[in-house]
């Protein structure tokens, strides 16, 4: 086999950014001080905003009227798709009952978290999206309460559109806050809130670094890095939309990697020499990070097979793996290491980052080797029970205690003589 780089990413530099972990570390200790003091004081410095933090059932209300009748259209076309991907999701996670042995019941029951805290990232793109994925998925998983932040803009707080869909998705409490400060604030159950069990949602540096430090205190949906994109294309594909794809996904910001595995090089030399003209093409602000992160993070495959291309896709482990090529069952059945798989020329990644239903929350970084996505299944935990009858526990002690003294456990061992005594076959 025979892979060649037909364009090879910049070295990385090094994930850990000490400057980062200090900041967040000592903002984290000051709020855990002085608490909803300091999350106001961050709010008015890091973003101007003086003021209300709950958003009033008044001010939700005032903010979904402005929002114009087909954005709210299209806002609820999406959250249908993800509420229903949602409901199929749980339908598959079933509770149970089975007899171990003669006379030991165990079980599984799937209980929702208590509370949730989703985080919706709001800088320089407004991440509508965002808030319909995070806050569904809880309200269909069934958490009780969700709270729900995202950056506010300067004497304007969320954006309508974003409260809109926080309303919309069943949000029961929404706080003008980002940053830090945001998720410390839904951490703690602050400004009426209930502290979170779970904080989910992507964000920014310090936003995952945030998440990072309270895991352990509080659940997280995963660590999240920068987003990545790989399409897999063969001679079936079109150059025009893998360039597109790639370009669309490069947009997320300057550390986002792009890649395209392919077996055709004629294919490979017509996306590369489309990219540039493309982005150039953006307005500014988004062309800026796509040209950045395909400059620096891009790069291009040149493989013999296809066997050969699914080996160097599941390598990349990538958040959003694409595939334009025939025989696209043969790709399902293949591929095993991915966030989300989308099949075939007629869907793109942009249709999961906003519309089609799953969830757009994914593994970054290689993490899709052990890990999927957000999903009820993050919200919800699986634990167990059992009891059993007399004659079982006799059965169970008398191995227990031996399994116990071999180990060392005294005290287990006793506590399994107990049943003997009390419980005589």
């Known amino acids: 086999m025979a ?11 090094s994930t850990e950014n000490k400057d ?5 570390a000592i903002m984290l200790a000051n709020i855990e001080r002085e608490g909803e003091a300091a999350v106001r004081d961050y709010a008015e410095r890091l973003d101007g905003w003086t003021g209300e933090i709950a958003l009033s059932a008044e001010a939700r209300k005032a903010a979904c009227a402005r929002v114009p009748e087909d954005l709210k259209d299209d806002i609820r076309f999406a959250h249908a798709n993800i509420r229903r991907f949602a409901e199929a999701q749980k339908a598959t996670m079933g509770e149970c009952e089975i007899e171990v042995m003669p006379g030991l019941i ?17 800088g320089r793109y407004s991440h509508i999206a965002s808030a319909l994925m995070t806050i569904t998925t809880a309200k269909v998983a069934g958490v009780p309460h969700i709270t729900a932040v995202s950056p506010t803009r300067p004497n304007v707080g969320i954006p309508d559109a974003i409260v809109f869909a926080m309303e919309l998705s069943g ?4 706080l003008n806050l980002g940053g830090v400060q945001g998720i410390a604030a839904m951490a703690k159950g602050y400004f009426g809130g209930k502290p979170a069990d779970i904080l989910v949602g992507p964000g920014n540096s310090y936003v995952a670094e945030a998440k990072r430090m309270l895991f352990g205190e509080v659940g997280i949906d995963m660590f999240a890095g920068p987003t990545d994109s790989l399409v897999v294309a063969d001679h079936t594909a079109c150059a025009e939309t893998v360039a597109w794809d790639l370009v669309s996904q490069a947009e997320h910001g300057t550390d986002s990697p792009v890649w395209l595995v392919t077996i055709d090089k004629g294919l490979a030399d017509t996306v590369m020499a489309s990219v540039a003209a493309m982005i150039d093409s953006l307005p500014e602000s988004n062309g800026a990070a796509a040209r950045t992160a395909w400059h620096e993070r891009a790069e291009v495959v040149l493989c ?12 990349y482990a990538p958040e959003h793996l694409q595939v334009q090529a025939e025989d696209l069952d043969w790709w399902l059945g293949r591929l095993s290491a991915y966030g989300s798989l989308f099949l075939g020329k007629e869907t793109t990644v942009a249709f999961g980052d906003k519309t089609s239903g799953p969830n757009h929350v994914l593994p970054t970084s290689g993490a899709a080797r052990y890990t999927g996505g957000l999903s009820v299944h993050k919200f919800t935990k699986t634990v167990t029970w059992q009891r059993c009858n007399a004659a079982a526990s006799h059965e169970l002690a008398l191995r227990t205690a031996r399994i116990s003294r071999v180990e060392g456990m005294e ?3 006793r506590a399994a003589d107990l ?6 076959a």
């Open 171 to 174: 949000a029961d409490l929404i």
């Open 20 to 24: 980062i972990r200090d900041i967040v």
């Open 419 to 424: 049943r003997l005594r009390k419980q005589p």
């Open 304 to 315: 013999d097979s296809r066997e050969e291309a699914a080996q160097v896709a599941d390598g």
């Open 3 to 13: 892979i060649t780089y037909l364009k090879k990413a910049a070295p990385r530099p």
């Open 411 to 413: 005290g287990h061992a």
């Open 106 to 122: 165990a079980g599984q029951k799937q209980i929702p978290v208590g509370s949730a805290g989703c985080y919706v990232p709001g």
